[in-house]
């Protein structure tokens, strides 16, 4: 299946005078931020692995550090264990930041969910009030982020939404008393991030960007630029800092590509492992200080540990049509044992979110797995009662999408229909 992280920027002034002291605290509680993200669907054919479809891993040269490694099927059987590795030497080294840099404090996902939400009005660097800022959304109750959902920025057609049909269906999306917290993009492209950034200063809610394309260094370099400019621009519509990253959640380099390159696991996980420390280094360097990780399809955590990544967040896809042996009813469940597999095999310094679930509203049964409009209500009040953290697939049906499997379900798991703009 195809599918197209928090800043705290505190400035600490000293001063031997009592006024600038007073100053001082005034900024540190003005700046109180809490980070968000997204990610977007790009116009790719993809194949999920399914329940039937057993991984096979082949070792033929081992590098320190040495992974265990289970191979199992979509259950989460294990049918076989060996050994495997990701060359450490693949990861390059940061670069090194730019000199003056501001330095921020990070804030991890449980102590930034405690972060108060600033005033409805923010200023500019320039004393500027911002005409369209809104409150950030709180965290839902005991810390928790809650639920966000995907939206896809292609019309039926596949091309792309300009920016006032993005903010308008954005704002329905919000207005639909959902319970909305945050907005899942994959990628760069159709001038996304700078329109669903915007659509995210205007609803207070936060976003979770993705880059895309991690093909080859042209193009994962293209979209990492974009991602940043993307910031800046709408940054310089809000009258905010440049550098502002407070409506960012968290930043996913990739979608599933070990999943849709199940034959060359090991190399992709090793490629992605690379370009998600490259991202992580220039991000840093442009002010971002939350987290950076890769997302890909939850069983592959199993397989490689080292997926986990560096940051403390840990970025899954879980969805439990795809299982088949997992009827709607059990679905809730499902994804609480699955979520708990994955951060047991992550460990306790990792926070484990699901980056993309749903359960799709027509097409083809497979097995147990039924999709309907009363399934898929069903599953969304199962999925609140079970998950903490997690973001639905997806905000409108996507019709610019290719079915790849008998199910036909990849245009059908949109929760408000089909979008306006259809």
Same mark, same amino acid.
């Given at each position: 299946?195809?599918?197209?992280?928090?800043?705290?920027?505190?400035?600490?002034?000293?001063?031997?005078?009592?006024?600038?002291?007073?100053?001082?605290?005034?900024?540190?509680?003005?700046?109180?931020?809490?980070?968000?993200?997204?990610?977007?669907?790009?116009?790719?054919?993809?194949?999920?692995?399914?329940?039937?479809?057993?991984?096979?891993?082949?070792?033929?040269?081992?590098?320190?550090?040495?992974?265990?490694?289970?191979?199992?099927?979509?259950?989460?059987?294990?049918?076989?264990?060996?050994?495997?590795?990701?060359?450490?030497?693949?990861?390059?080294?940061?670069?090194?930041?730019?000199?003056?840099?501001?330095?921020?404090?990070?804030?991890?996902?449980?102590?930034?969910?405690?972060?108060?939400?600033?005033?409805?009005?923010?200023?500019?660097?320039?004393?500027?009030?911002?005409?369209?800022?809104?409150?950030?959304?709180?965290?839902?109750?005991?810390?928790?982020?809650?639920?966000?959902?995907?939206?896809?920025?292609?019309?039926?057609?596949?091309?792309?939404?300009?920016?006032?049909?993005?903010?308008?269906?954005?704002?329905?999306?919000?207005?639909?008393?959902?319970?909305?917290?945050?907005?899942?993009?994959?990628?760069?492209?159709?001038?996304?991030?700078?329109?669903?950034?915007?659509?995210?200063?205007?609803?207070?809610?936060?976003?979770?960007?993705?880059?895309?394309?991690?093909?080859?260094?042209?193009?994962?370099?293209?979209?990492?630029?974009?991602?940043?400019?993307?910031?800046?621009?709408?940054?310089?519509?809000?009258?905010?800092?440049?550098?502002?990253?407070?409506?960012?959640?968290?930043?996913?380099?990739?979608?599933?590509?070990?999943? $849709?390159? /199940?034959?060359?696991?090991? +190399?992709?996980?090793?490629?992605? #492992? !690379?370009? =998600? &420390?490259?991202?992580?280094?220039?991000?840093?360097?442009?002010?971002?200080?939350?987290?950076?990780?890769?997302?890909?399809?939850?069983?592959?955590?199993?397989?490689?540990?080292?997926?986990?990544?560096?940051?403390?967040?840990?970025?899954?896809?879980?969805?439990?049509?795809?299982?088949?042996?997992?009827?709607?009813?059990?679905?809730?469940?499902?994804?609480?044992?699955?979520?708990?597999?994955?951060?047991?095999?992550?460990?306790?310094?990792?926070?484990?979110?699901?980056?993309?679930?749903?359960?799709?509203?027509?097409?083809?049964?497979? $097995?147990? /797995?039924?999709?309907?409009? +009363?399934?898929?209500?069903?599953? #969304? !009040?199962? =999925? &609140?009662?079970?998950?903490?953290?997690?973001?639905?697939?997806?905000?409108?049906?996507?019709?610019?999408?290719?079915?790849?499997?008998?199910?036909?379900?990849?245009?059908?798991?949109?929760?408000?229909?089909?979008?306006?703009?259809?």
């Amino acid at each position: 299946m195809k599918l197209l992280k928090n800043h705290t920027s505190i400035y600490i002034i000293s001063s031997i005078i009592m006024v600038a002291v007073r100053l001082a605290i005034w900024a540190v509680a003005a700046a109180s931020i809490f980070s968000g993200v997204i990610a977007t669907p790009i116009r790719q054919d993809v194949e999920r692995l399914d329940a039937r479809a057993i991984v096979t891993v082949t070792v033929v040269k081992v590098h320190r550090p040495v992974v265990e490694v289970s191979v199992l099927d979509q259950n989460g059987n294990t049918v076989a264990k060996g050994y495997s590795t990701v060359d450490p030497d693949a990861t390059p080294a940061p670069s090194p930041t730019k000199a003056g840099k501001k330095k921020f404090i990070t804030k991890t996902l449980d102590n930034a969910a405690e972060t108060l939400a600033p005033s409805s009005t923010s200023k500019s660097s320039s004393g500027k009030v911002s005409k369209h800022s809104k409150p950030s959304v709180k965290a839902t109750k005991d810390g928790k982020l809650g639920k966000g959902i995907v939206y896809s920025v292609y019309h039926n057609t596949g091309k792309c939404k300009d920016r006032e049909t993005t903010r308008s269906e954005i704002k329905k999306v919000l207005d639909s008393g959902n319970g909305y917290n945050w907005i899942r993009i994959y990628g760069t492209d159709c001038d996304q991030v700078a329109n669903v950034m915007g659509a995210a200063y205007d609803g207070g809610v936060k976003v979770m960007l993705g880059i895309y394309n991690l093909d080859d260094d042209a193009s994962f370099q293209k979209e990492l630029d974009a991602l940043i400019a993307g910031v800046k621009a709408a940054n310089k519509e809000y009258n905010k800092e440049e550098d502002d990253w407070s409506e960012v959640a968290f930043i996913s380099v990739g979608n599933e590509v070990v999943n $849709n390159n /199940a034959g060359e696991a090991e +190399a992709w996980v090793s490629k992605s #492992l !690379k370009y =998600a &420390a490259t991202a992580r280094s220039a991000l840093r360097g442009a002010g971002y200080t939350g987290d950076v990780g890769n997302t890909d399809v939850w069983f592959w955590y199993k397989k490689f540990p080292a997926l986990c990544g560096e940051d403390k967040l840990v970025m899954i896809n879980l969805h439990p049509f795809f299982d088949q042996h997992c009827d709607v009813s059990s679905s809730g469940t499902f994804m609480k044992d699955k979520l708990a597999e994955i951060q047991e095999a992550c460990g306790p310094d990792h926070k484990v979110i699901i980056a993309e679930t749903g359960w799709p509203n027509a097409g083809n049964k497979l $097995n147990k /797995a039924v999709p309907g409009k +009363a399934e898929q209500a069903q599953f #969304l !009040k199962l =999925a &609140a009662e079970n998950l903490d953290d997690y973001i639905l697939l997806s905000a409108y049906d996507e019709g610019w999408k290719t079915e790849n499997s008998s199910a036909e379900v990849e245009k059908h798991w949109g929760i408000l229909g089909t979008s306006p703009s259809s």
